[in-house]
Nanobody
């Protein structure tokens, strides 16, 4: 599967953005699709994800309550709605997918084979 992330941009603190991760190829429904982000000088970190077949969602502590991940299997797209953005949310956001990842590894970027190209989110004061 190929993934393409989009929707990043410049937003003021407190604002909102919606990121999209569009997938091409077969078998999308069987893929866990997860959002990660990487700020300058920092390691890539888990943000939020939707499990295989859209059976569940999961969030990092920093995303919980502010971000919502959703999945439209008919459009082969996963969304990340980000509200109440903070300066520290500034990062390149990546979507990643795998049909092989196991549940205990779903927050580990090393468990994912397929990656989108990343979309930059900049939150300004």
């Amino acid at each position: 599967v190929q993934l393409q992330a989009s929707g990043g941009g410049l937003v003021q603190a407190g604002g909102s953005l919606r990121l999209s991760c569009a997938a091409s190829g077969s078998g999308f429904r069987s893929y866990a699709i997860t959002w990660f982000r990487q700020a300058p000088g920092k390691e890539r970190e888990f943000v939020a994800g939707t499990w295989k077949y859209g059976s569940s969602t999961h969030y990092s502590d920093t995303a919980k309550g502010r971000f919502t991940v959703s999945r439209d299997n008919a459009k082969n797209t996963v969304y990340l709605q980000m509200n109440s953005l903070k300066l520290e949310d500034t990062a390149v956001y990546y979507c990643a997918g795998s049909d092989r990842v196991i549940s205990s590894e779903k927050s580990n970027p090393r468990a994912y084979v397929f990656w989108g190209q990343g979309t930059l989110v900049t939150v300004s004061s």
